[in-house]
């Protein structure tokens, strides 16, 4: 019995449930908005689906700044680190950091480009509108959709490094990470 503590003991206790339940939350907005961006800069005709990109792109952006409240309040599991524990940690605090800055960032960069090429009022959820920030000016509005376009390949990128990253840890280092993603 006492053996079967320690290895519960050593076993890395999983992320909170607020953690869990808002990372998963924004993993699905987050395929959502991907998708349908990369549809819309293709030119396929998205119908609301534009708007809800959009009010769901801002809605990220809330999310993240209530992840990293969460975050700092809540204690994460002790990790199993395999390989070089600097380098991943490294990686994993790297692509965390820029992920969350995109999350912040895109959103704004898409809210300006929208106003600037001529949208003043953009849906939000619950009937309410993002206000304008910018004035109507087309070809400005045109460039920023063009480094929002960039900057949603970015996050494409890192978002399949992300997962490319929890798929190494849980099925080549077999050291649960995901299961922590999962459960307590």
């Known amino acids: 019995m006492s053996e079967m503590s320690n290895d519960a003991k050593s076993e890395p206790r999983g992320y909170s449930f607020s953690l869990r339940a808002i990372h998963w939350i924004m993993a699905a907005m987050m395929i959502y908005v991907i998708i349908v961006g990369f549809l819309m800069g293709n030119g396929f005709k998205v119908g609301k689906h534009y708007d809800w990109h959009r009010a769901t792109g801002f809605l990220l952006m809330l999310l993240v700044f209530v992840r990293i409240i969460i975050a700092s309040v809540s204690k994460p599991p002790v990790p199993k680190h395999t390989g070089?524990?600097?380098?991943?940690?490294?990686?994993?605090?790297?692509?965390?950091?820029?992920?969350?800055?995109?999350?912040?960032?895109?959103?704004?960069?898409?809210?300006?480009?929208?106003?600037?090429?001529?949208?003043?009022?953009?849906?939000?959820?619950?009937?309410?509108?993002?206000?304008?920030?910018?004035?109507k000016n087309r070809e400005l509005g045109n460039q920023l959709l063009e480094y929002h376009h960039y900057?949603?390949?970015?996050?494409?990128?890192?978002?399949?490094?992300?997962?490319?990253?929890?798929?190494m840890h849980q099925f080549v280092w077999k050291d649960n990470l995901i299961r922590r993603m999962v459960k307590t």
């Open 84 to 135: 070089n524990k600097g380098l991943q940690q490294t990686a994993s605090i790297v692509v965390h950091r820029l992920l969350y800055a995109s999350f912040i960032i895109q959103p704004f960069l898409g809210w300006y480009a929208t106003n600037a090429w001529g949208v003043a009022k953009i849906p939000f959820f619950f009937g309410l509108t993002l206000p304008r920030i910018a004035e």
């Open 151 to 167: 900057l949603g390949l970015f996050i494409t990128a890192l978002v399949v490094l992300h997962i490319s990253a929890a798929l």
